[in-house]
T-cell receptor, first 113, second 112 residues
Framework: EAGVTQFPSHSVIEKGQTVTLRCDPISGHDNLYWYRRVMGKEIKFLLH????????ESGMPNNRFLAERTGGTYSTLKVQPAELEDSGVYFCASSQFGGPEAFFGQGTRLTVV | QKEVEQNSGPLSVPEGAIASLNCTYS??????FFWYRQYSGKSPELIMS????GDKEDGRFTAQLNKASQYVSLLIRDSQPSDSATYLCAVNRDNAGNMLTFGGGTRLMVKP
């Protein structure tokens, strides 16, 4: 069974540009989460989808971040316009409905220069 | 005070020894607790989950939970060099699959 997959694995963009990250959860997992780890800090929650609905987006830092999960399958996280402080590793995770055990993707390392 | 605290390490143990990793959390209503292992540049890998007070064993790993003391630990018996990684403690307020709160991780080094 395929795990959580994320694209791209690395992205280097200039300040002010737009970047879109993609996450494909484990098949059948209704819960999808985005997390972020910035340099030297712990992994922080961004938001949580249940199927296509946003269950909790309390961790989204500002309105430059937009997450979607059309059809309840894969999800995208768009940063527009990117700022230097957005640099970090963005992780996606998924879990079964009602299940607390979350499985993580390998992350997308975003560098804003 | 951080919500989930871990000693950043590195924790260095010789091969074959027991590695003891500790984690404290501040939210008393926390219900579920997880240990993830992360190799450099790789995804966090779930290795243990624990939901009730006491010990839970899985192979060489034992998770221990004490809700009264707000403390969770991970013991790795017969440590191997391949166990060298960063171990992340994560806490959930419920058992329904909501957000995880992570500690900063403890880097473990197992020396041959």
């Amino acid at each position: 069974e395929a795990g959580v997959t994320q694209f791209p694995s690395h992205s280097v963009i200039e300040k002010g540009q737009t970047v879109t990250l993609r996450c494909d959860p484990i098949s059948g997992h209704d819960n999808l989460y985005w997390y972020r780890r910035v340099m030297g800090k712990e992994i922080k929650f961004l938001l949580h989808f249940v199927k296509e609905s946003k269950q909790d987006e309390s961790g989204m830092p500002n309105n430059r971040f937009l997450a979607e999960r059309t059809g309840g399958t894969y999800s995208t996280l768009k940063v527009q316009p990117a700022e230097l402080e957005d640099s970090g590793v963005y992780f996606c995770a998924s879990s079964q409905f009602g299940g607390p055990e979350a499985f993580f993707g390998q992350g997308t390392r975003l560098t804003v220069v | 005070q951080k919500e989930v605290e871990q000693n950043s390490g590195p924790l260095s143990v010789p091969e074959g020894a027991i590695a003891s990793l500790n984690c404290t959390y501040s939210d008393r209503v926390s219900q579920s607790f997880f240990w993830y292992r992360q190799y450099s540049g790789k995804s966090p890998e779930l290795i243990m989950s624990i939901y009730s007070n006491g010990d839970k064993e899985d192979g060489r790993f034992t998770a221990q939970l004490n809700k009264a003391s707000q403390y969770v630990s991970l013991l790795i018996r017969d440590s191997q060099p391949s166990d060298s990684a960063t171990y992340l403690c994560a806490v959930n307020r419920d058992n329904a699959g909501n957000m995880l709160t992570f500690g900063g991780g403890t880097r473990l080094m197992v020396k041959p």
